[in-house]
């Protein structure tokens, strides 16, 4: 049987994962813009049967007196189903469940405008009727971008609102957020109890920790023994000290020997300090001029090879 500690552990990971869920599928909804701004009185009632888009929206101008326009492409998109006292947004919603559009409307002129994924923008047209463009690689970029943004707006706004609710689990996100609150509670109370039973080891906490302090203590004893040996390297932890300072003690020597040669660049030490001034020289230079750079010039010095910058 789970302990109170694994049964409540997994509650908080199964929070989690629908908040996860309900981020997926809320991200990807087939209308990025409501029309809950029109007024509910506005109401239609439809029995279409494979009913062209462009009569459709005729007749929502005969029984609402709002314009429908979209590109004159999807004319022929066909519409079907039993709609009776709905609105506009509520009927498009519905009857576009299967298409990508995003809705918009214009109180004052009393437009609503329909655009499907790949559209070009809206311009001057007919009611039902827009013109038309080519589709384009761009322009479905620029489609993507516009979803994306209108999708990451709307989901702002309903985190915001602490009367919305998660649609997989029907959870208010205030509820949520309190639960979460008392299961993190929960959890750490948990961890700080030391009779609370690990899960995955089977073992307390008091138990984990006490042999957490055994192994930490063993590994600090490892390294401070000269005789115990790098699993590694095997070498003893005294071969190693000793191999660092006589590798430390021959670095600091090529680093103070003028003639030593660099064996990246093939270049004696003093060559490499003398170069390095010359560049910071030229820099400096530079801030002080930044527009006389022709100006600038690095000496040439004699070498075994020739003439050397």
């Known amino acids: 049987m789970p302990s109170e500690y694994h049964m409540r552990h997994r ?44 009569l459709v929206a005729k007749e929502i101008f005969k029984q609402t007196g709002y314009k429908v326009v979209f ?34 409307y214009d109180e004052k002129s009393r437009v609503v405008k329909l655009r499907f994924f790949g559209d070009r923008g ?47 689990n029907g959870m208010k996100l205030v509820d949520i957020q309190e639960l979460h609150s008392i299961q993190q509670a929960e959890l750490e109370q948990l961890r700080s109890d030391p009779k609370a039973i690990d899960p995955l080891s089977g073992m307390t906490n008091g138990e984990i920790k006490k042999l957490h302090d055994v192994q930490h203590a063993e590994t600090e ?9 790098d699993p590694v390297s095997g ?16 670095m600091e020597q090529l680093r103070n020997d003028p003639k030593a040669v660099d064996p990246v660049s093939g270049m004696a030490i003093a060559e490499i300090k003398r170069l390095h001034d010359v560049q910071q020289a030229e820099f400096e230079q530079l801030k002080k001029n930044p527009e006389n750079r022709s100006a600038v010039q690095i000496e040439p010095r004699e070498d075994k090879g020739g003439v050397v910058p």
């Open 71 to 104: 590109d004159e492409k999807w004319n022929d998109l066909p519409l079907r189903g039993q709609y009776t006292g709905v609105t506009i947004g509520e009927f498009f919603e519905r009857a576009l469940h299967k298409q990508n559009v995003t809705l918009s």
């Open 221 to 229: 004893q490892l390294q401070n023994d000269p005789k115990a040996v």
């Open 122 to 168: 809206f311009g001057k047209g007919k009611a039902g009727i827009l013109e038309s463009g080519k589709d384009s690689s761009a322009q479905v970029s620029e489609d993507i971008k516009e979803l994306h943004e209108q999708q990451r707006q709307e989901l702002k706004e309903y985190l915001k609102d602490p009367e919305a609710v998660d649609p997989v």
């Open 235 to 250: 070498m003893a932890n005294a071969e190693i000290k000793k191999l660092h300072d006589v590798q430390n003690a021959e």
């Open 11 to 54: 509650v908080l990971k199964l929070s989690v994962v629908v908040s996860c869920m309900f981020l997926v599928l809320y991200t990807n909804p087939v209308f990025s813009q409501k029309l809950g701004n029109i007024s509910e009185k506005k109401v239609i009632s439809f029995e279409l049967r494979d009913e062209p888009l462009k």
